[in-house]
């Protein structure tokens, strides 16, 4: 998403595992998203949370910990929908028209930020075009060009064209990235690099069944630049081709869903091999009773170089009352090496050997107490994770100038709880979230925090603060944003981002951990700054 607003899932599916497969619910889950912190016109969007993929880990913040209000609703992938209407904004009434908007900014470490967002949603054929640039050249009070450069740039594409019978719907996007190494390195910088596409027709020879076909593309690298003592640059890059064939049965408390799908993954410049991937599954999802519901799925994959594999996946999601939800899910699941989910945060990390398929077995449950709707009430979750083979950076090798990506079985245990109060127009959450049994390299033992909020038609503010432990707890991480509409079209904001830090000038890591020889990378560090933004 090119938006800095995360989404909050208020109804989510973190769930408690009961199968020894894997999870592969290819099931469609509703998912209401709000905002309430930045936003005072909420909209909701509908989700698809594909279980066959194992869920990421929660977003780190560069510079600090986890944000709060994410720390223990599951990471659900948004569709590139636009973007809640900002305070004093609103949404052209009708179909067909055009939506501009614009933001330019800056603040202390030299840093910049422009945007541009052009869409179309109505009457006709729907479009979006966006682009986003962010740009720090001198964290923590550096001089530009001391390698202490953040910089993300982000193009997206999206096509929807729907008649009566038939649905085409295509998007393009373009990502490049820059982390400078500081001095730490042989290297100057690792640059990012990812493009990628996919498209979908669907036919419908009937209002409850369509037939459709998918094909996805992507390219992602990352390239060591010279610098610093090396004399050749270091690339690697992983790249993916997946079609897929398909039908869906809508029918009355049922939906079925089953097809083919291939894969083809491709590797260079490091040790892992080219894979292939043919797969048939079967989903479907099932209202069995008053507020029960539940989805299932299961794939045969057949992988040439390593075997047939049977991932499968059960949900369960039910309404005790209007005032509790309780979720179980479990999962068996399969994926093929991705080092491209290390680098945002770890920059140069590099396989260190050939990987195979990373295997997990999870399960998880979730719950909801509405104690008082819409005004106050609690949540918690406790998941379990048995992983095999998944990749994770050991410390930093100083002589290579790496961090050495090797493969490592985990037994994971988390819980985590929050509270959320709503008086009028104050909000107000507060969350933990504790590991129990094994952990990723840079992952923290426990993560706490505080949000504080208010939010009217004009006047947007919102006042975070949250810590991590990692070998000891760390300085907390303080952030403060605040937006006030100008006029219909035109709103100011005013940021800050670790502001401790400002004071005590202890350096983190990009996951929020104490700067040291296992980690000698700096994240952007604190930053002050205010953004325009204009509408259209």
């Known amino acids: 998403m090119m938006s800095r607003i995360q989404p909050r899932a208020v109804t989510v599916t973190i769930a408690a595992v009961l199968c020894v497969c894997r999870a592969a619910v290819l099931s469609a889950q509703t998912v209401e998203v709000e905002d309430e912190f930045v936003q005072a016109g909420v909209r909701a969007a509908e989700v698809r949370l594909d279980l066959l993929e194992a869920p990421a880990a929660p977003p780190f913040r560069a510079g600090g910990v986890i944000p709060v209000d994410t720390l223990i609703e599951p990471v659900v992938g948004l569709p590139d929908l636009p973007d809640p209407v900002p305070v004093g904004g609103s949404v052209p009434a009708g179909g067909g028209g055009l939506l501009l908007s614009g933001s330019v900014g800056g603040g202390s470490g030299n840093s910049v930020h422009g945007s541009l967002d052009l869409s179309r949603f109505g009457d006709g054929p729907d479009f979006r075009i966006a682009f986003e640039q962010d740009r720090t050249d001198g964290g923590w009070f550096r001089e530009p060009g001391a390698g202490y450069l953040f910089q993300d740039n982000v193009l997206e594409t999206w096509l929807s064209f729907a008649s009566e019978r038939w649905e085409v719907e295509g998007s393009a996007d373009y990502s490049s990235g820059q982390r400078g190494l500081q001095g730490e390195s042989l290297y100057y910088a690792a640059d990012r690099r990812s493009a990628g596409g996919n498209g ?90 008053r507020g029960v519901h539940v989805a299932a799925g299961a794939e045969t994959a057949w992988i040439p170089s390593h075997g047939v594999y049977f991932p499968a996946s059960l949900s369960v999601e039910t309404d005790l009352g209007r005032a509790l939800t309780v979720e179980a899910d479990a999962r068996y699941t399969v994926t093929e090496p991705e080092p491209e989910t290390l680098w945002s945060d770890v920059p140069a990390a590099y396989p260190a050997e050939d990987a195979g398929m990373e295997e997990s077995v999870e399960a998880g449950l979730f719950a909801q107490w509405r104690i008082v709707p819409n005004r106050f009430s609690l949540a918690g979750d406790l998941r379990g994770r048995d992983l095999s083979r998944t990749l994770d950076t050991t410390p930093y090798d100083e002589g290579r100038g790496l961090f050495p990506v090797t493969l490592e079985d985990r037994q994971e245990i988390s819980s985590g709880i929050s509270a959320r109060l709503t008086v009028g127009p104050w909000r107000a959450s507060t969350e933990w979230r504790q590991e129990w049994g094994d952990r990723a390299e840079r992952a923290p033992e426990s993560v706490a925090g505080i949000r504080l909020g208010y939010v009217s038609d004009r006047v947007s503010t919102t006042l975070s603060g949250s810590t991590a432990a990692f070998d000891a707890w760390q300085t907390p991480v303080v952030d403060f944003r605040g937006t006030v509409a100008v006029t219909a079209n035109v709103d100011v904001s005013l940021f800050g981002d670790d502001l401790v830090a400002i004071v005590t000038e202890d350096k983190r890591t990009a996951q929020g951990a104490a700067v040291g020889a296992k980690d000698p990378f700096t994240g952007a560090g604190p930053q002050i700054g205010a953004l325009v933004t204009v509408r259209f």
């Not at 979908?200 to 010279?226: K, N, Y």
């Not at 081709?241 to 029918?251: H, K, M, N, S, T």
């Open 200 to 289: 979908t027709v669907r036919w419908r020879p009937s209002e409850s069944m369509s037939l459709f076909a998918t094909f996805d593309a992507a390219d992602a690298r990352q390239i060591l630049s010279v610098g610093g003592g090396a004399t050749d640059a270091l690339s690697t890059s992983h790249g993916t081709v997946r079609p897929a064939l398909g039908f869906e049965a809508i029918l009355p408390r049922v939906t079925v869903e089953g097809g083919i799908r291939y894969s083809s993954d491709l590797y260079t410049g490091t040790p892992l091999r080219d894979r292939q991937r043919v797969a048939a599954y079967a989903e479907g999802e099932f209202v069995v009773g």
